[in-house]
């Protein structure tokens, strides 16, 4: 049975149920997880317990040692007879794909380039269409969804991820693996129809969830229709947490009004992105926002490429976007929106962690910085559309 709830995010719920046609759902239990190396281990303990399927969509798989956990794992639950599917997007994992994909053949897997790029094939010459979800399904029964990808942590420059992702059991799980079947049928034509794929899962837990997936595939913008629609229902706070914030117009305006209108807006960033050209583009949007009276902390402690949302300590949003016109109107993403005060309140203690370990930006300080810079975010913005 749908859960009841508050008219104002019952509106968003029928908002992603009317596009993806996921309704919300109750009965679940979600766990949070913010430790980069945590995630690894518990997903590699997890596919340990696998009796019957694992399938697993990632931007990122990487041959480096956490690569090489996931596939060691992956090797033992094939060799035990457990079916494996794994989609790996064929420019994010460009660099690795060809040593990864022999490496998962060689014993038995089924794995997929997601999206794959030709010039000799019109169907195929999209490069900016992306596969961007980061999805796990256990025996339909057990999922990880979030910003994490299967690479280390440590970055080129010595700075270190810091991720979210959230492990999920229950109902949600349907449509967690519907998603996923979606994605493999476009790429390989096969319609996993197997009823031993789509368990019904009993009551897990007391959480209200509800998938949301947006992409090229759907007729809407569901993430760009689905963070206004959040933007305008915020009543007394609003949390982004996003690496790259390159927003539309509408989101502008949105934010600008809910901060004008009394909501506690806050945007956390990473202080420095890994695309120089991103940073400043999205600097370029502070002097409108800090005039709006919307806070933005710039996060110091690594590389900040965890992506959430966070409303009035009751709505939450977990996934895969960044706010950028790529993931909002163009990539294959994720998110699983979280209707719990309970879990709420610990993203709100995850938040307040970001916080801590960021600078805040003053609307004084920002109207000071130098001429020079100014013209480099200003020629950086005009690239937004294709960032």
């Not at 968003?12 to 046609?21: C, F, H, P, R």
């Not at 309704?23 to 766990?31: L, Q, T």
């Not at 460009?94 to 794995?111: D, N, P, Q």
């Amino acid at each position: 049975m749908p859960p009841e709830l508050p008219l104002h995010l019952e509106r968003t719920a029928k908002l992603v149920e009317n596009i993806n046609m996921f309704p919300a759902v109750g009965g679940n239990s979600i766990e949070l997880l913010a430790d980069y190396k945590e995630v690894i281990n518990r997903l590699v303990a997890d596919i340990a317990t696998a009796r019957h399927h694992i399938h697993l969509t990632t931007y990122i798989f990487s041959d480096d040692a956490v690569g090489g956990q996931i596939i060691n794992a992956l090797r033992a639950a094939a060799a035990r007879g457990v079916e494996c599917r794994i989609l790996i997007d064929a420019l994010g994992s460009y660099w690795w794909s060809r040593r990864v994909i022999r490496e998962l053949r060689a014993c038995g897997i089924e794995v997929r380039r997601a999206l794959p790029v030709s010039i000799t094939n019109m169907e195929a010459l999209r490069p900016d269409l992306r596969n961007h979800r980061k999805l796990v399904v256990i025996d339909g029964k057990l999922g990880y969804i979030g910003s994490q990808n299967i690479i280390g942590a440590v970055q080129t420059d010595g700075r270190q991820n810091k991720e979210l992702m959230v492990r999920v059991l229950g109902p949600i799980m349907l449509q967690l693996q519907s998603l996923f079947a979606n994605d493999w049928f476009l790429e390989t034509g096969e319609l996993l129809g197997d009823p031993a794929l789509f368990p019904v899962e009993h009551s897990q837990g007391t959480v209200h969830a509800q998938l949301v997936a947006g992409g090229p595939e759907y007729r809407h913008f569901v993430m760009s229709f689905l963070l206004d629609a959040i933007v305008h229902a915020a009543e007394h706070s609003l949390v982004i947490t996003t690496p790259y914030f390159v927003p539309d117009e509408a989101l502008v305006l949105a934010l600008e009004s809910a901060a004008l209108r009394g909501v506690n807006v806050s945007l956390i960033l990473p202080e420095k992105s890994d695309h120089r050209v991103v940073d400043l583009a999205q600097r370029s949007f502070f002097v409108r926002l800090l005039e709006s009276g919307v806070v933005i902390h710039l996060y110091g402690g690594g590389f900040l490429h965890a992506k959430h949302v966070h409303v009035d300590d009751e709505l939450s949003l977990v996934g895969s976007m960044n706010i950028d016109l790529r993931s909002l109107k163009l990539n294959g993403e994720a998110g699983l929106l979280i209707y719990d005060r309970s879990f709420s309140s610990r993203l709100g203690a995850q938040e307040r962690q970001y916080m801590a370990e960021s600078q805040i930006i003053s609307l004084k300080a920002w109207r000071s910085r130098s001429s020079l810079q100014r013209l480099a975010e200003n020629i950086a913005r005009l690239f937004s559309p294709v960032l």
